[in-house]
Structure formats: C-alpha cells, structure tokens
C-alpha cells in the first residue's frame, strides 16, 4: 500500500490575503472550492502546475484567535527553479524570516504564521524513478463518457503542451494541431467515421493530429507520439480522452476518414490526418490498473521466446 501526498490542510484567518500571499510569493492558485450552504466555513484548495500537491486554505467565519499551522520545526518545503529571484522576490514582499545561507535555503512566512521552506530545485528532490510518469500511466485509460462541463482552459493548455513537447525524427516536428471546441462543429467531428468516432458529440474539446509527409518520413511515429503524450497528460491531468483513428477510415457519409477531417476543418495540402484526440471531464474515476502475467510476458530477454520472469 502506497499512500500519495495530495494537500495539505492550514487555517487562515484572512482568506483573501492568504489567497493573494501564495500566488504571489510561490504562483499557487485556486483550483477548487467547497463550504458550508451558510457561509460559516470556505476550504480553498490552491496549487499550480509543478506538481499534484495541493494546499487546503481552511477558513472558518468569526475565528479571531491565531491558528498554530506549524513553524520552523513543522513546516512545508517548495522548490523553485531560480532560487536567487525567489530570495528577491520574497524579501520584496518582506516575507522572509530566515535565511541559511550555508545550506542555501530561505524560509518565508505566510499571513497566519506558518513557516515554508524555499530551496533550489535540485537532482535528490526529482521523484524517485519517475514514478508521477507510471502513476500517470497506471491511470491512464480510454474515455468515451463525458460529464456535462467544460474541460477548463488551462487543463486544455496541458494537454496541448504535452504535445508541442514530443519527441519527432531529426526534431523536424512535421505536425499541426486543430483544437475544435465548438459544440456543432464536435458534433460534425463524431460523423468523421462510420463507427469509432461517436464520443466527440460528447467530447467538451477535441484537438486534431495532421501531418505533412512532404516534411518527414517519419510523419506517422511523430504524430503518434504527439497523440500519445498528449493522451498521457489528459490522464495525468483527471481529464477523460481517448485516440480515434484518422487514418485508413471511413466517414459515416461513405467518403475517407481523411477527406472528411480536411474539408470540414479546411486543412490545406499535403497535410494528413493522423488521429483525433476527444477530450472530456469524465464521469467516473479510475484506478489505476495492475500489470497482468500476460502483459509481463510480452517482454523477452536476450532472444524472442526467453522470459524475463
Ligand atoms: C492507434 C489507436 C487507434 C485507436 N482508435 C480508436 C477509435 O477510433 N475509436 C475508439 O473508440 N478508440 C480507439 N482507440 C482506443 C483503443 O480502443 C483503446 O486504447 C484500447 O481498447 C485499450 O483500452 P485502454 O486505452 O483503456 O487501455 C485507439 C487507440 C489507438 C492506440
């Protein structure tokens, strides 16, 4: 049993101020909220894109008293990856209360008295082996049901980012990317195949993968890698997505997958279409999948037919 740390829980007297002093002092911000139907407590959950890990800013109406959130002995570490503009910044703002300047590392303190550690990013803070990258992939599954919201924007940006990011043959990145997020044109989208394609009238976004041949010969494992990561990081993200074949398929109204996609999103020549990517918040979590016999099986040692294990 591996228990992952995902918040952590401190109180706060001015929610206003506690919100403000972590977007500017370490560009956490509010990700969600929930509280009481009367008004009597709000739990803000902030964090930002550098990890999963989230703080529970905790106000309860009429608490006058300090809260005792912890201190040097007691307190939360961040890494940041220019340390000497973070010292700046947090003297700027008059929130340092102790500098060590041997082990180079500077400790700040939020408007309710709690101690975070600064330090540089460094080599033994990486998560051991990757492990966020596998988590991400243990979780990682085929969506086709979507819950009726909005994939938000910056979930969206993620994605797309986790795309631009991909590996290509030579670096010559001979994709493009169309993110489709117009309901009547998801709609049009889900006919691009006689079968297969169905989800994107469900699909809050979906970003279409085209290559240019002429660019790369490797055009097909490029736009696939994109595919892939781009998959990857809707996972990583909670998102629901799943890959929907373009290439060698038929549209429902008899005409290619490909001529389809190109007249309906005026792709210009000689881009090809290589996959859909339809995105969603989903309706159900997931856990995440054990590795089976059979699946270890498939990987051999020396030579075809030799197991591992
Ligand atoms: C190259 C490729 C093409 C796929 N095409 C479609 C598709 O057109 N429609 C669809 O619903 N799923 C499609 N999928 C999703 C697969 O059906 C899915 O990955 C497979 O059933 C395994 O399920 P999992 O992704 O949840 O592990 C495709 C996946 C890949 C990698």
Redesign the pocket.
Known sequence: MEGKAIHRCLHVIDLEKSLEFYEEALGLTEIRRVGAEDGSWVNVFVGNRTSGFQLELTWNRGRKLPYDNGGRDSHIAFTVPDYEAALLLHEKMDCVCHVNEAMGLHFIEDPDGCWLEIVPERAEFAPQGGIDVLDAMGR?????SYADEPVPDELLERVIEAGLRSASGRGLRPWELVVVRDRAQLEALSAC?D?????LAGASAAIVVVGNPDVADTWIEDC?IV??NM?LEASACGLGS?????RM?QAADGRSTQEYVVELLGIPKPYQLE??L?LGMPDAAFET?ELDAHLRAKVHEGRFGAHRL
């Open positions: 990682r599954r085929s969506v086709r195949r079968h297969g394609a169905g989800m696939s595919m892939a998959h799943c890959w929907v074949q373009g398929r996959a859909i339809s999948r």
